[in-house]
């Protein structure tokens, strides 16, 4: 099925969805409806975004949400929270477009930790996003992943990896985030 038909069927199922679904992403031949995040979750998306938004220039925007789209590899995803241009919030309501995006962060799931590992490990470096900052709050840990480009047998990846445990402070691109700020998801 063309990326264009499964959009289509995703947004009609989002319809029709109960209350506890608050979007979708498409990711290879699946649609992935997605539930509200925990409290912890938030959390983590609220402390990092202050981080972040203290430290960024003039021009720039550090979000939470916000669909970023790639047609061509017929990909749709909801990241946790990205950095962009605040130009792009002039555009039309559409999906942000993965060239505009500096950074890209996912909050692993409890349920769901696969999909931030290796999905988008994957895919995240073929839409050509020049960072992303996965956060484990399930071990306390996560790891900042930079310069994508072709690995081995040409296939996308990111080519540097820095992994590091909560307390520690992370230099992320231009940036530093103290994951002191961060909490481990309860036992």
């Known amino acids: 099925m063309d990326y264009a038909r499964m959009r ?7 319809k029709h969805a109960p209350e506890p679904v608050k979007s979708f992403e498409i990711s290879g031949d699946g649609i992935y409806m997605m539930m509200s995040p925990s409290r912890f979750h938030d959390f983590i998306a609220m402390r990092l975004n202050r981080q972040l938004d203290g430290q960024l220039d003039d021009g720039l925007v550090s979000f939470p949400g916000g669909d970023v789209e790639d047609p061509a590899l017929g990909r749709l995803r909801r990241p946790d929270l990205i950095v962009v241009p605040d130009e792009v919030f002039g555009e039309e309501n559409a999906p942000f477009a993965p ?11 409890p349920s769901n930790h696969s999909n931030d590992y290796l999905d988008k490990m994957d895919e995240y470096p073929a839409m050509g996003i020049p960072l992303y900052l996965l956060v484990d709050p399930r071990k306390g840990t996560g790891s900042v992943m930079s310069d994508p480009g072709p690995g081995p047998g040409g296939r996308p990846c990111y080519r540097t990896r820095h992994d590091y445990v909560f307390g520690d402070k992370v230099t992320v691109g231009p940036w530093t985030v103290d994951t002191s700020e961060f909490r481990t998801y309860p036992s």
């Not at 289509?8 to 989002?14: Q, S, T, V, Y």
């Not at 060239?99 to 799931?109: G, K, N």
């Open 8 to 14: 289509a069927i995703a947004e009609e199922l989002m």
């Open 99 to 109: 060239h505009d995006l500096l950074l890209v962060a996912e909050i692993v799931s």
